[in-house]
């Protein structure tokens, strides 16, 4: 009966230092995710600007040496992007789009 208050002590101080040993572990856990994120941060960053300076590359060169015609066939590539549900507004001579083109289409196909 003697030894069981000093076995209590013991597990207790054994616990505590346990309990501290985990808490240092977690808290260098938390620092070294701290420093993953920081790192990460900065290399989005860096990615960032490079893509900022190629697009103002690219703009600078669209508009001192690209010929409306390369322009235009650009824009003609790009439309093999487009969805089938894409509507795309062609202007008349007076300024209004052409809005029964799709209903024709489908009234020559129903004949």
């Known amino acids: 009966m003697f030894g069981m208050p000093i076995y209590r002590v013991w597990s207790q101080e054994m616990r505590?230092?346990?309990q501290l040993a985990e808490a240092e572990q977690n808290r260098r856990i938390k620092v070294e995710e701290a420093r993953a994120n920081l790192e990460a941060e900065k290399l989005n960053a860096k990615a960032e600007i490079?893509?900022?300076?190629g697009a103002a590359e690219a703009i600078?060169?669209?508009?001192?040496?690209?010929?409306p015609t390369?322009?235009?066939y650009l824009?003609?590539?790009n439309q093999s992007n487009l969805n089938e549900k894409t509507v795309i507004y062609i202007p008349t001579e007076a300024n209004?789009?052409?809005l029964e083109a799709?209903?024709?289409?489908n009234l020559?196909?129903?004949?």
Not at 102 to 105: C, P
């Open 75 to 77: 824009w003609v590539r």
């Open 60 to 67: 600078k060169i669209e508009n001192g040496t690209l010929t």
């Open 96 to 98: 209004l789009p052409i």
């Open 50 to 53: 490079e893509r900022a300076k």
């Open 16 to 18: 505590g230092k346990a």
């Open 102 to 105: 799709g209903k024709r289409n």
């Open 70 to 72: 390369y322009i235009q």
């Open 108 to 111: 020559i196909k129903s004949e």
